[in-house]
């Protein structure tokens, strides 16, 4: 079974979002604050990281350090993230790519 960890400070958005998985068979927890998340991926086996920014406001800092401490390790988790606003341009996607993770948009 799939460990996933859902960093979203929007509590009803994470519930929803951690319903969804369950049916899945996953074992999901979820997690509002960033550094509380990391140190829950380094220190318990966490296989999925699923990253919700809660603005486009300083989301790519908040990704970059996340990967940049969890790559650290040899065995880190994939890192999922989902972006709650409207996609402008492909640039959001790129960014992802360039640090070697998946970046959706939900709308």
């Known amino acids: 079974m799939d460990r996933i960890l859902i960093l979203d400070n929007d509590a009803a958005h994470a519930d929803a979002l951690a319903c969804a998985l369950r049916r899945m068979d996953r074992s999901i927890e979820t997690c509002a604050d960033t550094r ?48 709650r606003w409207k996609a402008q341009d492909s640039t959001d996607r790129l960014f992802g790519d360039a640090l070697g993770i998946e970046v959706q948009h939900e709308r």
């Open 36 to 83: 509380l998340a990391i140190a829950k991926c380094l220190t318990e086996a966490t296989d999925v990281l699923i990253v919700v920014p809660a603005s486009p406001h300083g989301w790519k800092e908040q990704l970059s350090t996340a990967c940049a401490t969890l790559k650290s390790r040899v065995d880190h988790p994939a890192v999922l993230c989902i972006l």
